[in-house]
């Protein structure tokens, strides 16, 4: 299959990082590689760019896309969390930028393989690397009715949590849950399929993938490993397409700005915090009206940027 994938706000994203000739980078989910193009295009003729991605597919088609900066380029078949590992594996000096992108593919979508998209027919997996972790299906059909709830309400904000973990396993004690189709179903039956703004699966599906990516949890550490290996000067920028994601790397921005973490009662600061990022948007950058247009899956793209500072 084409890994086809229009870079989200790109020409912002270029903006923000300001890459120059010779400079280093991190594209911590490569994806299509068109962020990954640009930068290498920035950062000629010697700049070099470290490539993550879990899904081994979306990387097999950056190298191919990318073969003209091969000289310039390391590809890694991996988690953005564990970027500083491989960064020093890869003896760069210092780190002027890193980019994490956290948003979903065309290709990936059209993957009936994967479980992605509900609209299409196909296997529930939903995992970035198929070859580990638990499946949609594995979770679906093993975790508590409590569990699934949690998944619901914390990820999705679905207000129909319980009742939607309900029925799962209600459906499960029937036959395993195992396809798309098994899934909507049950989505259908709870919420209904009446007329919205977003198709009453959206959101079940993407807490569903979430929770089966741990996406959250790498988010934070990959946050943490992007400032360790930043050079003095270096920029940070995240683009999220989920509430929760945009407000931990918010969270993570403010804190790492503040000279002080004490609690507000106490008189004086005994933390002795040392702030590691100046925050460069105090609002997220947004698409506009055109690329939405161009782009729908944009819509809900947020682009929160912050510069690496001396201790």
């Known amino acids: 299959m084409a890994y086809h994938h229009t870079p989200v706000l790109l020409q912002e994203v270029i903006r923000g990082l300001n890459p120059q000739p010779g400079q280093h980078f991190v594209d911590g989910t490569v994806g299509g590689g068109g962020h990954a193009w640009a ?155 009446g007329q919205r703004r977003h198709h009453p699966a959206t959101l079940v599906w993407q807490a569903l993938r979430l929770a089966v990516n741990h996406e959250l949890t790498e988010l934070a550490s990959g946050l943490k490993a992007a400032v360790e290996v930043l050079g003095e000067g270096g920029r940070l920028a995240v683009i999220s397409f989920h509430s929760g994601e945009d407000r931990l790397v918010k969270d993570f921005f403010r804190r790492e700005s503040r000279t002080c973490l004490c609690p507000p009662e106490l008189p004086v600061c005994r933390c002795h915090h040392q702030p590691t990022l100046k925050v460069l948007t105090t609002k997220p950058i947004i698409p506009n009206s055109a690329e939405i247009l161009r782009n729908p899956r944009a819509r809900s793209a947020k682009l929160r940027l912050a510069q690496k500072i001396n201790r």
């Open 39 to 193: 930068l290498l295009e920035a950062t000629a003729p010697d700049g070099r760019l470290v490539a993550f991605d879990r899904d081994a597919a979306a990387l097999a088609s950056a190298q191919r896309k990318l073969e003209p900066f091969s000289h310039r380029l390391t590809f890694i078949h991996d988690s953005y969390s564990q970027l500083a590992t491989y960064v020093r594996r890869a003896n760069l000096p210092r780190l002027d930028g890193v980019l994490l992108d956290l948003g979903l593919s065309s290709a990936q979508l059209a993957d009936s393989t994967r479980g992605f998209s509900f609209q299409s027919a196909g296997a529930l997996d939903l995992r970035f690397d198929t070859s580990q972790g638990v499946s949609a299906a594995e979770l679906l059909n093993t975790a508590s009715s409590e569990e699934l709830e949690q998944i619901w309400r914390n990820l999705g904000q679905e207000p129909q949590a319980r009742a939607l973990a309900r029925a799962i396993v209600a459906r499960r004690r029937q036959r395993p849950l195992a396809t798309t189709g098994d899934l909507l179903e049950v989505v259908t039956m709870v919420k209904g399929s």
